[in-house]
Protein backbone atom coordinates (compact mmCIF):
# COMPACT_ATOMS: atom_id res chain seq x y z
CA UNK A 1 0.00 0.00 0.00
CA UNK A 2 1.12 3.53 -0.80
CA UNK A 3 0.07 6.68 0.36
CA UNK A 4 0.66 10.66 -0.74
CA UNK A 5 0.39 12.87 1.76
CA UNK A 6 0.43 16.66 1.33
CA UNK A 7 1.00 19.62 3.17
CA UNK A 8 2.11 23.08 3.29
CA UNK A 9 -1.13 25.01 1.95
CA UNK A 10 -3.01 27.84 3.31
CA UNK A 11 -4.13 30.97 3.17
CA UNK A 12 -1.43 34.37 1.13
CA UNK A 13 -1.79 37.44 -0.07
CA UNK A 14 -1.38 38.32 -4.03
CA UNK A 15 2.25 38.41 -4.74
CA UNK A 16 3.09 36.08 -1.96
CA UNK A 17 4.57 32.78 -1.93
CA UNK A 18 3.74 28.74 -0.84
CA UNK A 19 6.24 25.88 -0.75
CA UNK A 20 4.01 22.50 -1.16
CA UNK A 21 5.13 19.21 -0.22
CA UNK A 22 4.11 15.98 -0.65
CA UNK A 23 5.74 12.62 0.80
CA UNK A 24 5.33 8.88 -0.50
CA UNK A 25 5.02 6.62 2.05
CA UNK A 26 4.76 2.62 1.77
CA UNK A 27 6.27 -0.48 0.11
CA UNK A 28 7.91 1.93 -2.61
CA UNK A 29 10.98 0.33 -5.06
CA UNK A 30 11.03 3.64 -6.72
CA UNK A 31 9.15 6.65 -8.30
CA UNK A 32 8.68 7.19 -11.64
CA UNK A 33 7.06 10.68 -11.75
CA UNK A 34 5.95 12.73 -9.17
CA UNK A 35 3.49 15.94 -9.70
CA UNK A 36 0.79 18.38 -9.00
CA UNK A 37 -2.62 19.09 -10.24
CA UNK A 38 -4.92 21.49 -9.24
CA UNK A 39 -8.49 22.05 -8.95
CA UNK A 40 -11.01 25.02 -8.33
CA UNK A 41 -14.09 25.43 -7.37
CA UNK A 42 -16.69 24.69 -10.78
CA UNK A 43 -13.40 23.94 -13.01
CA UNK A 44 -12.02 20.88 -13.96
CA UNK A 45 -8.73 19.26 -12.78
CA UNK A 46 -5.78 20.80 -14.30
CA UNK A 47 -1.87 20.27 -14.62
CA UNK A 48 0.24 22.41 -12.82
CA UNK A 49 3.78 20.79 -12.83
CA UNK A 50 5.52 17.05 -13.22
CA UNK A 51 8.85 16.27 -12.23
CA UNK A 52 10.53 12.93 -13.62
CA UNK A 53 13.24 10.85 -12.28
CA UNK A 54 15.73 12.27 -14.00
CA UNK A 55 14.36 15.76 -12.67
CA UNK A 56 13.53 17.02 -15.94
CA UNK A 57 10.37 19.39 -15.78
CA UNK A 58 7.40 20.64 -17.60
CA UNK A 59 4.80 23.42 -16.42
CA UNK A 60 1.11 24.18 -17.08
CA UNK A 61 1.19 27.78 -18.97
CA UNK A 62 -0.60 29.42 -16.44
CA UNK A 63 2.58 28.91 -14.01
CA UNK A 64 5.30 29.04 -16.22
CA UNK A 65 7.99 31.51 -14.20
CA UNK A 66 6.14 31.30 -11.18
CA UNK A 67 6.42 27.71 -10.18
CA UNK A 68 8.95 25.44 -9.32
CA UNK A 69 8.80 21.80 -9.02
CA UNK A 70 11.77 19.38 -7.45
CA UNK A 71 11.85 16.23 -5.33
CA UNK A 72 13.87 14.50 -2.79
CA UNK A 73 14.33 11.13 -4.52
CA UNK A 74 16.02 9.91 -0.96
CA UNK A 75 13.34 10.94 0.95
CA UNK A 76 10.54 10.31 -1.74
CA UNK A 77 8.76 13.78 -1.57
CA UNK A 78 8.18 16.65 -4.05
CA UNK A 79 8.17 20.19 -3.50
CA UNK A 80 6.28 22.84 -5.19
CA UNK A 81 7.64 26.35 -4.66
CA UNK A 82 5.14 28.93 -5.60
CA UNK A 83 5.98 32.68 -5.97
CA UNK A 84 3.93 35.29 -7.14
CA UNK A 85 0.90 34.09 -6.64
CA UNK A 86 -2.46 35.28 -7.78
CA UNK A 87 -5.80 34.96 -6.74
CA UNK A 88 -6.42 32.78 -9.73
CA UNK A 89 -4.44 30.39 -8.17
CA UNK A 90 -6.59 29.44 -5.75
CA UNK A 91 -7.53 26.06 -5.85
CA UNK A 92 -6.80 22.11 -4.25
CA UNK A 93 -3.42 21.14 -5.03
CA UNK A 94 -3.60 17.69 -5.99
CA UNK A 95 -0.02 15.62 -5.47
CA UNK A 96 0.23 12.98 -7.94
CA UNK A 97 2.99 9.61 -8.45
CA UNK A 98 3.93 6.62 -10.53
CA UNK A 99 5.41 4.07 -8.15
CA UNK A 100 6.87 0.91 -8.54
CA UNK A 101 5.97 -1.31 -6.04
CA UNK A 102 6.24 -5.46 -5.43
CA UNK A 103 2.79 -5.62 -7.21
CA UNK A 104 3.55 -3.51 -9.71
CA UNK A 105 3.15 -0.05 -11.22
CA UNK A 106 0.40 2.22 -9.82
CA UNK A 107 -0.54 6.07 -10.09
CA UNK A 108 -1.51 7.22 -6.75
CA UNK A 109 -2.79 10.71 -5.78
CA UNK A 110 -2.75 12.61 -2.45
CA UNK A 111 -5.90 13.97 -0.18
CA UNK A 112 -5.58 17.50 -1.35
CA UNK A 113 -3.93 20.88 0.10
CA UNK A 114 -6.16 23.89 -0.10
CA UNK A 115 -4.14 27.04 -1.21
CA UNK A 116 -5.86 30.23 -1.27
CA UNK A 117 -4.80 33.83 -2.92
CA UNK A 118 -6.12 36.47 -0.75
CA UNK A 119 -6.01 39.69 -0.14
Known amino acids: QVQLVESGGGLVQPGGSLRLSCAAS????????MGWYRQAPGKEREFVAV???????NYGDSVKGRFTISRDNAKNTVYLQMNSLKPEDTAVYYC?????????????WGQGTQVTVSS
Open 51 to 57: INSGRST
Open 96 to 108: HADINTAAGTFGS
Open 26 to 33: GSIFSINF
